[in-house]
């Protein structure tokens, strides 16, 4: 028997494009195989249309790839108001590099690409919010975010890239014998501060924070000339 020919008004219809179903094909795709996977074609190929359609919502997929970062963002949690305002601010930070540490790909394209969607907006408002809890200026709050989150960022995409690379442990094993092999005399401040040089860890990181914190409550912006 022959095949009859389907009208295309029977066939069930796709649902409408819009910004927030895209994003979240591309978050799907993103968890089932990697943000190197997430192209505008393969989106597209997802939601059973031509990657031309996706223009009219997204850039392009830098955009896409920060709508999912945003996404991600979510994830970030402020500690309990029963901690201070400098407690509270280094634990959102380390919140933040968590969710990126959870996602390599992510936190080294954090690097170059800003997100601007709301869980970044309130990210940044909480941080603006503890800083003026702290007393810092305003003006000098509005530069220390980009001082505070570039930190994290760049703390949490070189633990992640360690974490995904298979030569990390070696090369830093390497480093280890060469500091601690490290001629006296020829490399002397190496050889005196080798065990620091290695140390930290946890420790470390909350000791920068507060080297950034303590530079921002010393310093203050110069005003000005009209």
């Known amino acids: 028997m022959a095949r009859q020919p389907r009208s295309r008004r029977e066939r069930p219809s796709k649902p409408a494009?819009?910004?927030?179903g895209i994003v979240e094909a591309a978050l799907h795709l993103f968890h089932q195989e990697g943000l190197a996977k997430v192209t505008m074609r393969r989106v597209a190929a997802v939601l059973d249309t031509g990657p031309a359609s996706l223009y009219v919502y997204i850039s392009d997929t830098e955009d896409l790839h920060a709508e999912i970062l945003d996404a991600l963002l979510a994830g970030v949690a402020v500690p309990s108001s029963s901690a201070d305002w400098r407690g509270r601010l280094k634990?959102?930070?380390?919140?933040?590099?968590?969710?990126l540490f959870e996602h390599p790909e992510l936190a080294r394209m954090a690097m170059s690409t800003m997100p601007s969607g709301?869980?970044?907006?309130?990210?940044?408002?909480t941080i603006l919010a503890l800083l003026n809890e702290g007393g810092v200026p305003d003006a000098d709050a509005a530069w220390a975010l980009d001082l505070l989150l570039l930190y994290a960022t760049a703390q949490a995409a070189e633990k992640a890239a360690w974490k995904a690379s298979s030569r990390s442990?070696?090369?830093f094993s390497s480093l280890t014998v060469a500091i601690e092999?490290?001629?006296?005399?020829?490399?002397?401040?190496?050889t005196r501060l080798s065990g620091d040089l290695l140390s930290g860890g946890g420790d470390r990181l909350d000791w920068a924070f507060d080297v950034l914190i303590n530079g921002v409550l010393a310093a203050r912006r110069a005003e000005t000339k009209a």
């Open 91 to 99: 634990g959102t930070l380390r919140s933040y590099m968590a969710v």
């Open 118 to 125: 709301a869980n970044y907006l309130a990210l940044v408002e």
């Open 169 to 171: 442990p070696s090369e």
């Open 17 to 20: 494009l819009s910004r927030e």
């Open 181 to 190: 092999a490290a001629d006296a005399e020829a490399l002397p401040n190496i």
